[in-house]
């Protein structure tokens, strides 16, 4: 199922703001966002790796190095394209997977990187070659070739915004043809899942509709060469992105307090 915290408020823009900064905040307090590193530019891995038994997960930045995901927010800033995320949902049904009418804004971090974007992918390339077992895909989006599949499945999304905060991830072709991944429009199923190699790397584009926080739970898994094909999987590992704002470290306290000052003279006046 698909989890969603939404926001909708009648006040003005500004208060509105403060809530969606808020809430932002609030989370952020609550989990320590004051040793968490802010990243909107530059090249990242979301690393799935299988080693010594067990799986390594993490987050690695080329110029900041290895995180742990929980450190870690994903900032996609709310400006025009290509200075930041920002552009109109194109035209055709193709598009409806995103959750929003064309011509609407929607924030992209993209497959193909753009210097003033952060470039997020997945890699499983410190996994040993032949860890995993060699399978025949039933999945229509990939090849029925006998690979060495890690499947990413999407757990769930929660979205911290006064919008719809519906998210999404595809893989553009050569000659511009989508492959849908994952869109939380019809909810989540297992369907909402992507496959890539053992010691693969790749990058998609990832989609959402509005501004807020969004809290994305992924798994990794794969079938051993153990002659079993043995089942295992990393776990939940939940990712933090951060469309178009991200409170400073220095100003959650004064936020969640007025957010929430904001929240009791509502609930007193309703």
């Not at 891995?45 to 038994?53: A, I, M, P, V």
């Amino acid at each position: 199922m698909q989890t969603k915290i939404h926001h909708r408020y009648s006040n003005s823009a500004s208060i509105r703001a403060l809530l969606v900064a808020g809430a932002l905040a609030s989370l952020a307090f609550t989990q320590g966002l004051s040793a968490q590193v802010i990243l909107d530019q530059g090249h990242v891995d979301l690393d799935f790796n299988y080693s010594g038994g067990s799986w390594q997960v993490g987050v690695h930045h080329d110029s900041v190095g290895y995180l742990n995901p929980s450190d870690v927010v994903f900032h996609a800033r709310d400006e025009a394209w290509n200075a930041g995320a920002r552009i109109n949902r194109p035209s055709g049904s193709q598009w409806d997977f995103i959750g929003t009418e064309a011509g609407e804004p929607i924030w992209i971090l993209p497959q193909t990187q753009e210097p003033s974007i952060v470039w997020p992918g997945f890699a499983s390339e410190e996994t040993a070659p032949g860890t995993f077992a060699a399978y025949s895909s039933l999945d229509p989006r990939v090849t029925d070739t006998p690979s060495r599949w890690i499947t990413i499945q999407l757990k769930s999304v929660e979205y911290i915004g006064e919008g719809t905060g519906n998210f999404s991830l595809w893989s553009t072709g050569a000659l511009g043809a989508t492959t849908v991944w994952m869109s939380t429009v019809d909810g989540i199923t297992t369907n909402d899942s992507f496959l890539f190699l053992e010691g693969g790397h790749v990058h998609l584009n990832w989609g959402f509709t509005d501004i807020g926080l969004y809290k994305i739970t992924l798994e990794a898994s794969g079938y051993l060469n153990d002659g079993s094909m043995t089942p295992t999987s990393s776990g939940d590992w939940t990712y933090n992105f951060g469309v178009g704002v991200v409170p400073e470290p220095q100003t959650i306290g004064f936020l969640a307090l007025a957010a929430l000052a904001v929240l009791l003279l509502r609930r007193r006046n309703d």
